[in-house]
């Protein structure tokens, strides 16, 4: 199982130490960097920190873990991330889900009671476009050739019927959010079978993500409660379900490597670089 590290995007930290966490993530040897997507909060924006992260490392791959699809038009969408995927050398795998905040859809005047429809609109119009089809009406396509020539590698999120059908539609794969290994493991098994039904070769690529904080614990809570305040109670556990030590790390990493996961996101909550050579010396 691959171990990645999250981008503190979400988090109170200077842009310069936004750059210094990529290149010591990249130093360390985890396997890609993501970010958590958000538009109603001072968050910096998923894409714009990969691509700044992209040019400060040379190794690492780039993941949204998620970006929230529907939110965006998807003309622009299928431009920017095959921009950053050709600039990058290939790196960029998209976790790509429908998103369910009100305030987020009211911001980017889109319509959540639509947003499936949106999902399975943009999922078709991006993989046209890294093709080089036109989906303007116009002779050109929108953006730049993929590092691959006609695809980026794209990881569906959510536990619905429709993000599995999703997965084997177009995916490469499925992303659980914070689920723990026991949601995860049916979801895998169900995700495999469909796979397999759909006749896809090969085996998906199946993606966690966990939180943790390996410095202050009580830093960590407060972040974690700030961000999932919307969720009223339910942010305590939130909090409370952080990983603080190196034991609980090491069993959880155990854990999701025997649900089936290929690759876990550690999400960090606690704004300091040196979390990322904390995570590193437990699991690297």
């Not at 130093?27 to 700044?52: C, E, H, K, M, N």
Request: net charge negative.
């Amino acid at each position: 199982m691959d171990i990645a590290i999250g981008l503190p995007n979400t988090l109170q930290i200077k842009g310069p130490d936004v750059v210094e966490w990529a290149r010591r993530a990249d130093q360390r040897g985890f396997s890609s960097l993501a970010t958590i997507d958000r538009i109603v909060y001072p968050s910096y924006d998923s894409l714009t920190v990969l691509a700044t992260a992209a040019g400060a490392t040379s190794r690492i791959r780039l993941l949204t873990d998620i970006l929230l699809t529907p939110l965006y038009p998807p003309v622009w969408l299928a431009k920017a991330t095959a921009s950053l995927d050709a600039l990058s050398g290939g790196r960029l795998t998209l976790g790509l889900g429908v998103g369910n905040r009100p305030d987020d859809f009211a911001a980017m005047d889109r319509p959540l009671r639509r947003r499936g429809k949106l999902m399975d609109e943009t999922l078709d119009l991006l993989h046209r476009a890294w093709a080089g089809e036109s989906v303007t009406g116009d002779e050109h396509p929108v953006g730049p050739e993929p590092a691959a020539g006609n695809r980026i590698p794209v990881l569906i999120g959510g536990t619905s019927d429709a993000a599995v059908r999703r997965t084997v539609a177009y995916g490469e794969g499925w992303t659980a959010g914070g689920a723990t290994p026991e949601h995860v493991g049916p979801m895998v098994a169900k995700v495999r079978q469909a796979w397999q039904e759909a006749g896809r070769e090969g085996e998906p690529r199946i993606s966690a993500l966990v939180y943790f904080g390996l410095g202050d614990p009580e830093v960590s809570k407060a972040s974690l409660r700030r961000y999932y305040g919307f969720l009223g109670e339910w942010a305590d556990n939130i909090a409370n379900g952080a990983l603080h030590t190196p034991d609980a790390v090491r069993a959880t990493a155990r854990a999701f490597a025997d649900a089936g996961v290929t690759e876990l996101v550690f999400d960090p909550s606690i704004p300091s670089v040196e979390e990322v050579d904390r995570l590193a010396d437990v699991l690297l």
